[in-house]
Structures are given as C-alpha cells and as structure tokens.
C-alpha cells in the first residue's frame, strides 16, 4: 500500500524560509495534501496540489511536486512563530482510494 | 459556518462507563469521519459515513459504535474501553460523498480511559 514517509524535525529561525519535504511510494495518487496541526487542536487544510501540477503557491506558501520522483514539498516564506506546528503530508487515490497521512514533520520557529 | 464542533474537548472515563463523543457540522458536507490519533503519530482513520450510511470500517473493534442521526450529526459510542484506546479522536467532514482528501476537522476529544 502507500507509504508516506517526512522528516520527523526541522528547525528554522523568525523571518527565514522553512522548506518541508514528503515522499509518497503510490505514483497514481492524484490529490496530494499539506495539513497543519497546532498543539492540542485538530489538523487544518492548508493547501493541496493536483498530481498533473508542478508547483502551487497561495501567498507565503509554496507546494512543489516532482511526480518522477514522487516528491512533495511546503516552502513557507517568512516563517513566524505561529507556524510552529506538526505538518502533516498527505496522499490521496491510488491503489486503496484513501487518504493516506506522512509520519508528521515538528516545525519549530526560534525568534 | 465553516465549523466541525466536536464536544467534550476532554473526557474521562474508567473501563466500565458507557459514555459518547459528539461531532457537528453545519456546512451541507455529504461525508463524516472519525479517527484516532495518538500522541506524536498521524491520524488513523476508524469510520467513514457518506449520506449518512456506514461506508468504510477500518476493522475497529465493537467497543467502538458510530451512528449518524442526520446529515450534519456524529456520534462515536464508547463500551468497555482499555488504556490503550486513550487518544484524540478527530471528526472530519467532507464536501463531497466521495472522498477526495479534502477534510476539514473538530478540534478533538481527547479520551483517557482509566
């Protein structure tokens, strides 16, 4: 079945560039997702790309996807402290037709 | 309205108590969901209603019982947990019968069972 795999830990300072990168194994997902969740509170949708697209950008946030390499990417421009938070990659379609979620990646923003 | 209300935010319960979780939603989706999510994990997901009817059961022992009234209603009944089933339980909604992955999500019920 699919498997989603993240980097567990990334740590940037106030005001750089943060850049979160996921790898999915099912090539014929379609829909591929970036989930935020804050501590104690449930996941937000941030943003989505489809899998015919190359790149999406929605104001400070960047999604880039190489199908060939089944890699997915968040770059969040001007990282603030209220972006730390549990980022959450996450695969849809494919062989079972489910959303399938990445390991989580804990974004922590140094002022 | 763009608001999945989960309620209680915390609950309690020992191993005997019969008790429920409850998810609303008042965005007109077709499709509700649970799931359970461990500390520092992703979320698993447990049901799965579409027009109000059961559509998937990721193996979920009995203990656990769905029910969806209505349309924007959810309900997860609880019966002779373990410690193990301590966890956030997540409610989900989607805006279309079929899911495509697009979910927006309760702010949790975080269950300890005793």
């Known amino acids: 079945g699919e498997d989603v795999e993240q980097s567990l830990f990334l740590s940037v300072r106030e005001g750089d560039s943060s850049v979160i990168n996921c790898t999915y194994t099912d090539s014929s997902s379609t829909y591929l997702y970036w989930y935020k969740q804050e501590p104690g509170a449930g996941l937000q949708l941030l943003t989505y790309i489809f899998s015919n697209m190359d790149m999406k950008q929605d104001q400070r946030l960047t999604v880039l996807l190489n199908k060939k390499d089944k890699h997915l990417s968040l770059r969040i421009a001007d990282t603030q402290t209220g972006d730390s938070a549990i980022y959450f990659c996450?695969?849809?379609?494919?062989?079972?037709?489910?959303?399938?979620f990445g390991t989580g990646t804990l974004l922590a923003v140094q002022p | 309205d763009t608001e999945v209300t989960q309620t209680p935010k915390h609950l309690v319960m020992g191993m005997t108590n019969k008790k429920s979780l409850k998810c609303e939603q008042h965005m007109g989706h077709r499709a509700m969901y649970w799931y359970k999510q461990k500390a520092k994990k992703p979320p698993e997901l447990m049901f799965v209603y579409s027009y109000e009817k059961l559509s998937i059961n990721e193996s979920v022992p009995s203990r656990f019982s769905p029910e969806c009234p209505n349309s924007s209603l959810l309900n997860l009944h609880l019966h002779a947990l373990q410690p193990e089933d301590s966890a956030l339980y997540l409610c989900?909604?989607?805006?279309?019968?079929?899911?495509?992955?697009?979910?927006?999500f309760g702010e949790g019920s975080r269950l300890t069972v005793l």
């Open positions: 989900a909604s989607s805006p279309g019968a079929t899911n495509t992955g697009e979910l927006f």
């Open positions: 996450a695969a849809f379609g494919g062989a079972t037709n489910k959303l399938i």
